[in-house]
């Protein structure tokens, strides 16, 4: 069988090609040389071309893929600083509208930025869900996840100010909060139970906010398992839920200030704190390792974010409030589109 199938290929292969199949394959070749460039790589000599043999080798490979990354790159930098003078210009433009800024609320919403203070057991996600159907625009985003056990200052874009997200998300943040020592968590706070406990008493004042000064600067600081970082496509916290623990890798912060006190007569194993720090800093991991720094364990147990950047939460909107606002507007507007329809209708 297979020498019978080796005679029937060569008979095959030695079969005489007609003047028909001849033109068809050269009109089919000298298409594909009409589309390839005459200076593209390795095709280049193929191409049709009047010029002599050393001009033709100059279009080699090398110099080919040089020139294309050259203009790739050109390209990318070109398209990065367009969008950069873009950003630019929508910042320059934005309207911060806050609690304090006085006046009444814009009719416009499109570039706006909103300054939130965000309640308990809020997520980032629900504001924005609630603010774009008042605001009657689907372009909404936060820029700086809250957790929902943390209350305090959210950035919230509108429209065409959607744009400046990163901007506002780089910006330095302050928080105020309370830990507790002794006592350790999965979560690092107090939304999963305690696993852990240690001894504490002996940790006196200037223990605590000795310890404190050695995470300030530029540290290396492993990130939570319960965090929305994100590891072959699932969010951590979905693994730690499940109780299934994956490596991490430690991500360089920058803490600014970290200032630690007790209250006189308080509570002595409650510890309040005040963080300035950079992107990407985890308040619940600064907690957590100023336990562990001490031989102890702790936890953290409230945090507010008080300020973004230049912005205050003193200057923010209360998120019931401006809900209010704006639902009494979009009620009013939508009694006089039934008035205006009923009237066209009669």
Request: aromatic share 6%.
């Amino acid at each position: 069988m297979a020498m019978m199938t080796c005679s029937r290929g060569i008979a095959r292969a030695s079969r005489p090609l007609s003047s028909w199949s001849l033109s068809s394959s050269r009109r089919r070749l000298g298409s594909r040389l009409r589309r390839w460039p005459a200076s593209s790589g390795r095709h280049a000599s193929c191409a049709p071309s009047a010029s002599s043999s050393s001009s033709t080798s100059s279009s080699s490979p090398s110099s080919s893929s040089s020139s294309s990354s050259s203009s790739s790159a050109a390209a990318a930098t070109s398209t990065g600083t367009k969008a950069s003078r873009r950003r630019a210009e929508i910042l320059s433009s934005v309207e911060v509208v806050g609690a304090s800024t006085g006046g009444p609320l814009p009719e416009d919403w499109n570039n706006k930025v909103l300054l939130i203070d965000k309640p308990l057991d809020w997520t980032s996600f629900d504001v924005c869900g609630k603010l774009r159907g008042l605001v009657r625009t689907k372009k909404v985003g936060h820029a700086g996840t809250l957790d929902p056990q943390a209350t305090g200052l959210l950035i919230v874009c509108v429209g065409r100010a959607t744009k400046t997200v990163d901007h506002y998300q780089g910006l330095g943040k302050a928080y105020e909060g309370t830990l507790r020592l002794g006592e350790a968590t999965s979560s690092y706070d107090h939304c999963t139970p305690v696993e852990r406990t240690a001894e504490w008493v002996h940790l006196s004042d200037g223990d605590i906010t000795e310890s404190a000064s050695r995470f300030v600067g530029e540290i290396m600081q492993l990130p939570p398992m319960f965090s929305a970082i994100k590891r072959k496509g699932k969010k951590l916290y979905e693994l730690a839920r499940k109780g299934i623990t994956v490596e991490r890798e430690p991500r360089p912060v920058r803490v600014d200030e970290f200032r630690v006190w007790r209250e006189e007569g308080g509570d002595p194993q409650t510890v309040n704190f005040y963080i300035r720090c950079g992107k990407g800093t985890y308040v619940r991991s600064l907690v957590h390792d100023l336990g562990e720094g001490m031989g102890t364990c702790a936890h953290m147990t409230s945090l507010r974010r008080t300020e973004i950047g230049e912005y205050s939460v003193a200057s923010a909107w209360k998120l019931e409030r401006l809900v209010e606002h704006l639902q009494r507007r979009r009620d009013e507007e939508d009694r006089l589109l039934a008035q205006k329809f009923s009237a066209k209708k009669f």
